[in-house]
């Protein structure tokens, strides 16, 4: 017979993502419908304006389009996109308002531009109804955010390089310095917008090979608890670490840094912090573009040169 | 330094822009001293890949003279002559460690953009759009190489520029695309698209061994180079229906395999390619898979379908069902050009191939606005362009 296998790795369970809702998953449905009906809209404005029976417009049905894939990324990239998802709203409105002054202007086709009107009354009202029960089920929740890489490293060497707590910045891109400090303490300070920091003690609460975990100290400005853990992979395929970060971003001033820093996309920004751990531990550096150069490079200092002589 | 940058749809223009500076130990700079322009290129000429800003520099063909070093590259010094590969790769992955450089886990630092759009991202590329990294290319007269002591690889100076040049991407892929075809001894294997691709993965189909190689395309002077400089058989499918046709050639059972060198901006006559041009533009799909369509239907029962062609997103109207109930295999990816670089150089010296043979244009850098176009368009009999940059 047949052994079956549960995944349990330590107090691992595999039950996903906790407060995974409809409304999300609503939200991330219209979040690509506005990404495809964006490109539709500033790639092929003429037909389109054709097909929806409004001719001569092709500039604002191109600003529609990038005006919908701008909210439509950013529905894709919030966790809980209640502000995005206003966001989407008003733009549905502006649309709205735009086809009805249509219904006026020479050329129009009444019916089908009604037919247009309807689907985006329609795709509006599932907005307003998908706005409100982010709305609602909006708690000062604890955010969370579980990430795992592979690394062709062993997991002695993974754990060796994470334990020395003054590489992390050398990978975590928002993190300027992390000061160790006695009885186990660090001191993290991390880059907010505009030349602004925020600065957090923390603990270590468990550290063994195989296993890093700390929590935040009182009067912190971010209270946040994590953990990190590197486990053998089947032979042949290094290691796989786990990152488990917790945070409650305080209200306020602050708070609000700490949500530009974090609030955005967690997840993406703890994977992408993972993979350039990754990259310091298999290659030695951490691959970027940026400061190279390019034609907006170019552009950017003939703007300074032309504003300097005004 | 000049370089020749995206500013949208149809619109590039070369440009004064800052010298490209060392970012990371592992860089060098080159420069350039030829580059060219690749079928790829007009996937973002015409605006079917997503994630292109303006003033990106493009280009991802081209070889020159290291003239800095990062201070980890050991293998190479200033002075030295290479040929830049297009996949950018760090050697040390799980990927690079098995030579599948185009899938290098480490060298794409928008890997999230990707896993987006595609579920995992592949390597790197030079000039091809922030999905693939956003890496500044190679028409210009200076670029960062990063991973520089894995990509480049130096070059005897008895061969020529011209010579050499096409082993950062078009010759590998046209070689990887008939290795991908696994060809047997007496095997006829069908190529659609007589481009640069096309034409050296017909000859690469003949150095493993095909006994006979039919080529398709609609482009005259193409259909010619793909007969007299590549010794295919050719179907120009404006005149004569493409799979009646190989059916006719290969006694009812078609190609071992097949080749698909067209990628998304497939051409076709007739009301089929209007439904994907319109599908197309208004993003149910993103590529007009024609060729790899007629490909699946023609091939042999068990054969295999090797896809150089590049595809961005969805595509319309897979037969899968043919795919299925007929067991064939697909073969595909960004070539794994790391790989090819050595063995092909040694071909070359050899007098096995003789890659010239598809430059049309020789051109100042300069001159890349009016290159794409004619290139494009097919005018001028373009088939290859090569830029002088310096
Ligand atoms: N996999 C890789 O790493 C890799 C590398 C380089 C290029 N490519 C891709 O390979 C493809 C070809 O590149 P190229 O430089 O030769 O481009 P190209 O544009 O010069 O050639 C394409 C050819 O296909 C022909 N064609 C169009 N529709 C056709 C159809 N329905 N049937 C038969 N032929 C048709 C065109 O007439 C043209 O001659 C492109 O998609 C390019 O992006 C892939
Ligand atoms: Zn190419
Ligand atoms: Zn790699």
Not at chain 1, 61 to 82: D, S, Y
Not at chain 2, 137 to 158: L, M
Not at chain 2, 339 to 365: A, C, K, W
Request: hydrophobic share 40%; glycine share 10%.
């Amino acid at each position: 017979m047949a052994t079956q296998t549960t995944y349990n790795h330590g107090s691992q369970s595999w039950e996903g993502e906790p407060g995974k809702g409809s409304a999300q998953g609503w939200a991330r449905g219209l979040g690509w419908f506005s990404v495809g009906l964006g490109f539709t809209e500033l790639l092929l404005p003429g037909p389109l304006g054709r097909l929806i029976g409004v001719r001569d417009h092709r500039t604002l049905i191109r600003a529609m389009g990038a005006r919908e894939i701008a909210a439509g990324i950013m529905v894709l990239k919030e966790r809980t996109p209640t502000r995005s998802m206003a966001a989407r709203v008003s733009g549905d409105i502006v649309d709205l308002g735009l086809l009805s002054a249509g219904l006026g202007s020479r050329g129009a086709r009444r019916g089908r531009i009604v037919g247009a009107a309807a689907a985006v009354a329609g795709v509006t009202a599932l907005d307003v109804l998908c706005t409100k029960q982010l709305a609602e089920r909006e708690p000062s929740a604890l955010a969370e955010t579980v990430q795992t890489i592979a690394i062709n490293r062993s997991p002695e060497e993974c754990y060796q390089f994470w334990r020395d707590f003054e590489n992390l910045p050398r990978f975590m891109k928002h993190v300027e310095s992390v000061r160790v400090m006695p009885e186990g303490r660090t001191r993290w300070i991390a880059k907010g917008p505009a030349g602004m920091r925020v600065q957090w003690d923390a603990e270590i609460t468990e550290d063994r090979p195989g296993r890093i975990t700390w929590r935040s100290l009182e009067g912190s400005d971010i209270e946040n608890t994590g953990s990190v853990r590197f486990e053998r992979a089947p032979t042949g395929h290094g290691t796989i670490v786990r990152a488990h970060i917790q945070y409650r971003p305080p209200a306020g001033k602050i708070g609000s840094v700490v949500a530009k820093l974090f609030g955005e996309e967690p997840s993406i920004q703890a994977k992408t912090d993972l993979r350039r751990f990754k990259q310091m531990m298999e290659t030695g550096e951490v691959a970027t573009i940026e400061g190279q150069t390019s034609g907006r490079a170019h552009v950017e200092q003939s703007a300074r040169a032309a504003a300097a002589h005004a | 330094m000049k370089a020749n940058c995206w500013y949208g749809k149809h619109d590039v223009r070369v440009k004064e822009v800052p010298d490209p500076t060392i970012l990371n130990p592992r860089d060098a700079i080159v420069k350039i001293t030829l580059t060219a322009i690749c079928g790829s290129d007009l996937h973002l000429y015409d605006g079917y890949i997503p994630t292109m800003e303006h003033g990106d520099i493009l280009g991802h063909e081209f070889m020159g003279e290291i003239v800095e070093l990062g201070g980890r590259v050991n293998n190479l010094k200033i002075g030295d002559r290479v040929v830049v590969p297009f996949t950018i790769s760090c050697g040390n992955c799980f990927f690079c460690e098995m030579q599948l450089y185009s899938l290098c886990e480490n060298s794409n630092p928008n890997a999230w953009m990707a896993e987006k759009l595609w579920g995992h991202s592949p390597t790197g590329i030079f000039g091809y759009s922030h999905l693939v990294g956003g890496y500044a290319g190679g028409q210009a007269q200076y670029t960062r190489v990063p991973f520089a002591d894995v990509g480049p690889i130096k070059v005897p100076t008895e061969l020529t520029d011209e010579q050499v040049l096409f082993l950062s991407d078009i010759l590998p892929t046209g070689y990887m695309a008939a290795e991908n075809c696994n060809i047997h001894p007496g095997d006829t294997v069908a190529v659609w698209g007589c481009g640069p691709v096309g034409l050296f993965a017909i000859k690469s189909a003949y150095l493993l061994g095909a006994e006979r190689v039919i080529a398709i395309d609609r482009i005259p002077e193409r259909l010619r180079m793909a007969h007299e400089k590549a010794g295919a058989e050719t179907i120009n499918y404006e005149h004569a229906n493409v799979y009646d046709t190989l059916m006719e050639m290969t006694g009812g059972r078609g190609p071992d395999s097949c080749i698909d060198a067209v990628g998304m901006e497939a051409h076709m006559p007739g009301p089929l390619y209007a439904y994907d041009r319109v599908k197309q533009a208004l993003m149910f799909e993103t590529g007009r898979p024609i060729a790899l369509r007629e490909a699946i239907m023609a091939c042999r029962n068990g054969g295999t379908i090797s896809v150089p062609g590049v595809y961005g997103g969805l595509v319309d109207k897979m037969p899968l069902g043919s795919i299925m109930n007929r067991a064939l295999t697909i073969k595909t990816g960004q070539t794994h050009v790391q790989r090819y670089m050595r063995p092909l150089l040694e071909r070359i010296q050899n007098g096995e191939i003789d890659p010239t043979f598809v430059i049309t244009h020789r051109l100042s850098l300069e001159d890349a606005p009016m290159a794409y176009q004619i290139f494009k368009n097919k005018q001028d009999e373009c088939i290859k362009v090569v830029l002088s940059p310096n």
